[in-house]
């Protein structure tokens, strides 16, 4: 019969007996380290309040200040609210199981993370891919770009990143969790991640890695395709500039969501392109926390104190409501 939740007192590790099959109703979730967790649930509580914090500022911020409501800014508070919601998915089950010995979640919990997460992750490489078509209008064509990338625009932009977030997973979401699950239930992460919940189907799963492949494909390499060729227009572009100040200015405009970018996609390539000696070592999970956790705490300092207009305004929206 299927692995019962955990009980107190027992290591998840101790419901590693044989079983017959029957179908799973819910999941384990093995988590991280659990010798230390009382540290780890403080770490990551500050790491998830400075977040909130962060990403709450920027968004008000920008939202106050009439002079941030040009399209540059409007994309970035489109993705501190993604950041916002894409951290709540995960990071506050993970906190509630360091607490607890029980880290069963149910199938219709599992499939919600699962889907919030890839919905709101899918929504900020679309809004980043649509940040760099900003940034390549506004240094190689200027003389349109208050033409080209209006208020509206923008707008529609925001809102096709968020309806492609919320339509793309959903075939996925639904055919993998209409596979029956009873072989084991233990997901080897700290959340419901698809790779590891689709290793315990009992079934053949070609289907569901073929929609998986396509999936990731639409939401990753194509965005990341279309940031690629803007910075690719943006380098030429530069080249043509002969003063030092206007090579520096590009470099400063674009330099924030250069190393969000770097940052977002380098580390979900590291975790998903993974060599066997890091996967045995359960190093994917400490992976996963760098695009889960560490990047959504870094983006409002990256965007914040690398932009001298936005520190101003936030001083002035500081005054202002203290």
Sequence with gaps: MPIPAQQEGKDWKSYLVPYNKTQVTEFILVGLSSEVQPYLFVFFLLIYLFTLAGNVTITLTITLESQL???????????????????????????????????????????????????????????????AYDRYVAIC???????????????????????????????????????????????????????????????????NEIGIVVYSFVV???????????YVHILIAVFYIHSASGRSKVFSTCGSHLTSVCLFYGSATITYIR???IDAQRGAKA????????????????YSLRNAKVKKAMKRVFSRLF
């Design 275 to 277: 060599t066997k000696p």
């Design 287 to 302: 992976l996963s926390l760098l695009y889960l956790v560490f990047v959504p705490m870094l983006n409002p300092l990256i």
């Design 141 to 207: 064509h200027p003389l349109q770009y208050m033409t080209i990338m209006t208020k509206k625009k923008c707008l529609q932009l925001s809102l096709v990143s968020w309806l492609g977030g919320m339509f793309l997973p959903m075939a996925n979401i639904v055919l993998l969790f209409m596979l029956p699950f009873c072989d084991s239930n233990i997901v080897d992460h700290f959340f419901c991640d698809v790779l590891p919940v689709l290793k315990l189907a009992c079934t053949n799963t070609f289907a």
């Design 69 to 131: 409501q040009s399209p540059m800014y409007l994309f970035l508070r489109s993705l501190s609210v993604t950041e916002i919601l894409y951290v709540t998915t995960t990071v506050p089950r993970m906190l509630r199981d360091f607490l607890h010995v029980d880290k069963a979640i149910s199938l219709v919990g599992c499939a919600a993370q699962l889907y919030f997460f890839s919905f709101f992750g899918a929504t900020e490489c679309f809004i980043l891919a649509f940040m």
């Design 220 to 230: 990753i390499p194509l965005p990341f395709l279309l940031i690629l060729v803007s």
